[in-house]
């Protein structure tokens, strides 16, 4: 039983390509990140040929655990030069890691992945309508998705226009509009990699809130990725956020595992 890396996606999905679709939802994060990362990893098995655990570092410097067995996590250890400043994953293997490995660190966040079970639109819907982004709405949604980064404790960006315009180029981006046309909120999904695709970039304008508009577009955008072909879609939401938990559950999406985000602090390297 041994980890093994890798910068070549075509290696890592030749070896891992069987896990991940196995489990598409739990592996959400490793499969929308793993094009153009810095580091790819999977773990075999006792027959020293299947892959049982896979993960992704992007940037180097960002690990996230797709589904790993506790002991595989236990027993990582990266290439030289790949320390992690932070790391993310189920809540077992990350702990799994922090006690084997001894490094100082602090939580960033504690999160839970949904899935989708049956769509059940807020009845009645929210006013107004949803529609794709545009570029015309960049100079809105580009404030947005800085707001968005701080809330959830992501490393802000100084520009989120190439961000943004691919996910509105590719349909991914959708706005809530207000009955008076304007945009109110937001919701982007991931492209559809083995049949998951997940909802991410909730997100309604502060003075726009407690109207249900994040419902709405929520719904609009998980009708998008099921019509992309997606089998399984999934978001995750903050622990911490009761409303947003409660919001996502009425809109029929159900709980798959709890994660763990943590920040090593000075001397993990």
């Known amino acids: 039983m041994s980890w093994h890396f890798t910068t070549d996606l075509r290696a890592f999905l030749d070896a891992a390509g069987p896990h991940l679709a196995a489990e598409p939802a739990r592996n959400t994060a490793v499969l929308t990140t793993m094009e153009g990362a810095e580091l790819l990893g999977w773990w075999t098995g006792p027959d020293g040929t299947t892959a049982t655990g896979v993960l992704v570092a992007a940037p180097l410097a960002d690990l996230t655990f797709g589904v790993v067995p506790v002991e595989a996590a236990a027993a990582l250890v990266l290439p030289a030069g790949a320390a992690p400043a932070t790391l993310r994953g189920e809540r077992a293997a990350v702990e799994a890691y922090l006690a084997a490995s001894g490094l100082p660190w602090e939580p960033v966040m504690d999160i839970r992945l949904f899935r989708l079970d049956a769509l059940t639109p807020r009845d ?113 939401t903050d622990l911490a956020n009761s409303t947003s938990n409660a919001l996502y559950q009425r809109l029929g999406y159900r709980p798959v595992s709890d994660h763990l985000g943590v920040r090593f602090t000075e001397g993990a390297a």
């Open 124 to 236: 009645p819907a929210p006013a107004g309508r949803a529609r794709p982004a545009r570029a015309a709405d960049l100079p809105l949604l580009g404030p947005w998705t800085a707001d968005f980064a701080v809330v959830h404790r992501y490393a802000p960006q100084d520009d989120y226009t190439d961000f943004l315009t691919e996910r509105i180029t590719e349909d991914r981006l959708h706005v809530w509009e207000a009955p008076d046309g304007r945009p109110v909120a937001m919701a982007a999904r991931s492209r559809t990699v083995e049949g998951q695709s997940r909802v991410h970039l909730v997100y309604t304008a502060p003075a726009e809130r407690g109207h249900g508009y994040a419902a709405g577009v929520t719904a609009a955008i998980s009708r998008a990725a099921a019509a992309s072909g997606a089998t399984e879609v999934v978001l995750f």
